[in-house]
């Protein structure tokens, strides 16, 4: 079964710095793997997503993540942090295939305070 | 273009009643799924539709609940006999078959 772990339940930067959330993922073969985001009272947003080919995915807002096949990861990382970045994050991974959908499996969160 | 909508917002229920919370979907998306979203259990499938396949219902915690879409494009989650325990937040999303799942607000269920 596949599943997803995110070690860090809460994270503070300051604007400005840098960031990087982790992600670690279980599955048998290669995966499709998403970044969400959820801001307070509001639904999920796809950050990002690697389906295959380039481990260095870009995203929006200036988010980017990296597949490490070897170390089963996809960490999220940001250069310069905004304070409008402040939200819980969702690492998640899908079953791959062809022309088939599947459920996602979710990590349980990394929640981003940034200070002024 | 229009993202997935579900209705209503939130909903407030005595335990016992039933409730339907409604899911439409982005228009040409094939595949339809409800999560649920709470402080215990956190992000957590329930079911998905997918074309005219049979729903994956894997995820369903019990009997009590169930899901239909109709026409391929709006689906409804009925809770029977809610529970205290059902109070989450149902979130529904929907896409093709590239797993680039989109969601919607979400319904905020409290049940009292």
């Known amino acids: 079964a596949q599943s997803v772990t995110q070690p860090d339940i809460h994270i503070t930067v300051s604007e400005g710095a840098s960031l990087e959330l982790r992600c670690n993922y279980s599955?048998?073969?290669?995966?499709?793997l998403f970044w969400y985001v959820q801001s307070p009272g509001q639904g999920l947003q796809l950050l990002l997503k690697?389906?295959?080919?380039?481990?260095l995915v870009q995203g929006i807002k200036g988010f980017e993540a990296e597949f490490k096949r070897s170390q089963s990861s996809f960490n999220l990382r940001k250069p310069s942090v905004h304070w409008s970045d402040a939200a819980e994050y969702f690492c998640a991974v899908g079953a791959s295939g062809t022309g088939t959908a599947s459920k996602l499996t979710f990590g349980t969160g990394t929640r981003l305070q940034v200070t002024l | 273009g229009a993202g997935v909508s579900q209705s209503p917002s939130n909903k407030v229920t005595e335990k016992g009643k039933d409730v339907e919370l409604r899911c439409d979907p982005i228009?040409?998306?094939?595949?339809l799924y409800w999560y649920r979203q709470s402080l215990g259990q956190g992000l957590e499938f329930l079911i998905y539709?997918?074309?005219?396949?049979?729903?994956?219902k894997s995820g369903l915690p019990s009997d009590r609940f169930s899901a239909e879409r109709t026409g391929g494009s709006v689906s409804t989650l009925t809770i029977q006999r809610t529970q205290q325990e059902d109070s989450a937040v149902y979130l529904c999303?929907?896409?093709?078959?590239?797993?680039?799942?989109?969601f919607g607000p979400g319904t905020r269920l409290t049940v009292t």
């Open positions: 228009s040409g998306h094939t595949a």
């Open positions: 999303a929907s896409s093709t078959v590239f797993h680039e799942q989109y």
């Open positions: 539709f997918q074309g005219n396949s049979a729903p994956d």
């Open positions: 690697y389906f295959s080919g380039d481990t």
């Open positions: 599955y048998g073969a290669t995966p499709y």
